[in-house]
């Protein structure tokens, strides 16, 4: 959005969770979730508006195990203080770390304009620093009952405005919410 946060780059999260509010299983394994991503449910066309993706070691681990690399050449930064594991051939990965604000701004000045951020404790850090604009969830009909959450603690409320949801035959549920109020980027 113009003048948040004192940079032009919209930030959205674009996600498939269990009824119950879980991203992954406590091992990170997403077996939960519709082969193949399931019917299509507009990922492809959300990509299509992404410059760059911001994911965390975790998520970038989990992503390497898939049959294919599924984000093509669009330039991944994984937050890690570590070495990363190799990265499949045609991927453009980069290792990050540092606060999301500080993320968020090298890329801005790269000229990156929208960025796709995923992996629970990624999305999170970029909640509480309220540089999320845009939230895409689609909640998959299986109830997990323990994993990794989609949601953490807040310093305080974050208001969402709901823009619609959608439902599909093979009963994915999708909500699409704006950020109303952003915490305060002090805290």
């Known amino acids: 959005m113009a003048g948040h946060a004192g940079s032009a780059v919209k930030v959205s999260v674009f996600v498939g969770t269990s009824l119950d509010g879980f991203i992954a299983r406590v091992d990170g394994a997403l077996d939960f979730l519709p082969p193949g991503g399931g019917e299509p449910h507009g990922y492809e066309e959300f990509m299509a508006t992404v410059d760059a993706l911001v994911i965390g070691r975790k998520t970038y681990e989990t992503v390497l195990a898939f049959d294919a690399w599924p984000y093509g050449a669009k330039p991944v930064c994984v937050l890690s203080t570590h070495l990363l594991a190799p990265a499949p ?36 850090g970029f909640l509480r620093a309220g540089l999320v604009q845009r939230l895409v969830i689609t909640r998959v009909p299986v109830l997990i009952g323990s994993g990794i959450p989609l949601f953490g603690a807040v310093p305080h409320d974050i208001a969402l405005r709901h823009v619609a949801t959608r439902t599909y035959a093979s009963g994915l549920v999708q909500s699409e919410y704006e950020v109303v109020t952003q915490p305060d980027p002090g805290r």
């Open 89 to 124: 051939a045609g991927a453009a990965i980069e290792r990050m770390s540092g606060p999301p604000v500080e993320i968020v701004s090298r890329l801005a000045g790269r000229g990156i304009r929208h960025v796709y951020v995923d992996g629970g404790i990624t999305i999170q």
